[in-house]
């Protein structure tokens, strides 16, 4: 779950603003599940595939999240979130003077496998030993 | 909102049909939205890598597009765009000899965000000022 | 529909792994419809790229499925359907040792549109000669 994909322009971040950026995106979702739930892809995307408004742009970063694990219950905890990300990612465009833009889609829990396994419900047992143990193992529950 | 992903053969577009293409694709939605919504991503797909029923292909184009700002109405109203859009793309494509597929998915009004803004809701003030301006600005209502 | 997209590491699956993945995954779903429905589309991504819990990674495979044509009548056909995908990918995933994490998602199926047509429901006499003949050809029928 979350499957972020960030499409960018080619030069626009180093590996150590990914490796930051990385970091600092998986660290909101975890502190409500799996870190190694987080996935996080980068996509360079030469000036000359990427238009905004039917023009080129060499300064926009497009991002987009599916979210599985978790439906956000109410619109306030979805601004929260989305609040959150626009903080969190400021320094790497915002502050940099790019342009950027995200949505979100929520896609169904149950068509969601990892390493083979049918990730646990939310706050069970299992659950929290995929937390805890930051790696997927065998259901010890339905 | 829309954006739009054009999966294609390397050499299948020029940057002038790109150009073209982008704001071609852009006109139709810009009817009744800001301009700016509109994303057109091209993505380049080496023939190891396209495969259309089971078979790799270099003469086909993929489309797809995540609709935020608006969800259709009518199956009605969906035919008309469905129609339109296979119309303005068969210049590059149809009338090439190359063949194509495209779906759309409709996703979370709320769970959108432009510039660090929520983008205002149809037909509102905020949303006819970022249409004349061409750009996002600070909401002036809820 | 389908369309599958598969991230994976830049050097993890030569042009014949390709060909193979995409002819099995493609034979699960002509089982029930058209073979030229399924689209397989290979992403290769740089391990400066590709980020699992906040960590690079270049043995992980992440593929996402969007499903169209069908969805899924009880939770009971989609685990078998997952099952499935699980040991058909194996060969080229788990058994070279490498992670890998997939999800579905259903979109409309009246948002879609193959070679300008809008494909015919499930078991109709149109959708019968589209898998016959493995290509699109003019509705008969509503």
């Not at 971040?13 to 909101?28: G, H, P, Q, W, Y």
């Not at 991002?63 to 601004?79: L, V």
């Amino acid at each position: 779950m979350p499957l972020l994909s960030i499409y960018h322009p080619v030069n626009a971040f180093s590996i150590e603003d990914k490796d930051a950026m990385a970091v600092k995106l998986t660290d909101i979702y975890a502190r409500v599940m799996p870190r190694f739930y987080v996935n996080v892809l980068f996509h360079p995307v030469p000036e000359d595939c990427f238009y905004i408004g039917g023009v080129r742009r060499n300064n926009f970063v497009r991002i987009t999240m599916d979210h599985i694990a978790r439906a956000f219950p109410s619109e306030a905890s979805s601004r929260r979130f989305i609040d959150m990300i626009n903080q969190v990612i400021a320094p790497w465009v915002k502050d940099r003077g790019m342009d950027w833009e995200f949505h979100i889609d929520e896609t169904p829990f149950h068509l969601w496998s990892v390493q083979g396994y049918y990730p646990p419900k939310q706050d069970t047992v299992d659950e929290k030993r995929w937390i805890a143990e930051n790696r997927p193992s065998p259901r010890t529950h339905d």
